[in-house]
């Protein structure tokens, strides 16, 4: 049995260099143009989804059909932020899923061992999760807030016992502006509750006191003309989404009798409301003569006491 020649030391070099030369970059460069076209079509996909989101209709209802054209302009540009933001974030993890995948080919085309890369890979990335846990604590609940919707730019909320207008919204902080001016910084991670006064719909809650000595069903009948007459105002048709309510008697205190005025507004403009409400009640409480009652004090001097009890003492 013969044994085969061994191939010429020449022949061995030229096929090292013609697979370093031309087959390693070759598949190198096949590797890079495959992980931009995934990219491309991954991102279209996702502007497409984002689009569609955007074109969706509203949601068919009474506080839709009770928005005048700028109210369903506004929510059609929240819905469009919102849509793009969750598009750019997709895009941002597309990109780095990739990126970090398809450099981990190319190293392995190189001849690099990637076992070791992927094992510190993953030993860094937990010393990085748990020595940034507010970090990540504050990037998850900014993707969760923002897929929600639970607030957004524009919108007046209450959070961390801080009230004020959103000015910006990021996947790490929410950037507030109170009514003073003072703007505030939140990081999403340190935020618990927050009340949203834009969503849907507002309700300016309107207490009147009045005297225990007024007629209550006089005082409930002048509240419901007044409301009426708030609600069929030219000047705030649209704003006031249901006719207002009086309910009644809502508390009975040491000095006044409360009774409570409804008034279901459009977002943000329940304090207008409010306002010209109690200015209007105001006025036709002083016509029609309905006392409201307020703190009084009595201040009695010592001389006038002293004054006093000789007064009783010469009359005895």
Partial sequence: MSIPPNPPLLSVSWSKLGEWVIGI???????????????????????????????????????????????????????SQRAQAIGSLFKSVVTGVLVAVFATMILSELGINIAPIIASAGIVGLALGFGAQSLVRDYLSGIFMII????????????????????????????????DGTVWYIPNGEILTVGNHSQNWARAVIDVGVGYNEDLNKVQRVLREVSHDLWIDEEFKGQIIEEPEVTGVEALAADAITVRVLVKTLPLKQWAIARE???????????????????????WHREEKDAAAQEQKANA
């Fill in 148 to 179: 929600e919707d639970q607030y957004g730019v524009g919108d007046s909320i209450e959070v961390n016992n801080i009230s004020g207008t959103v000015e910006a919204v990021t996947l790490r902080i929410t950037r507030l502006r109170s009514l």
């Fill in 25 to 79: 970059p070759l598949r190198i460069l096949g590797l890079i143009v495959l992980a931009i076209v995934l990219r491309w079509v991954l991102h279209r996909v996702i502007d497409k989804v984002v689009h569609r989101a955007v074109e969706a209709p509203a949601l068919a209802g009474k506080i839709t059909r009770m928005h005048e054209a700028g109210e369903e302009i506004h929510a059609s540009s929240r819905r």
């Fill in 277 to 299: 409400m109690r200015q209007r009640i105001k006025a036709r409480l002083d016509y029609e003569g309905i006392e409201i009652p307020f703190p009084q004090r009595v201040i």
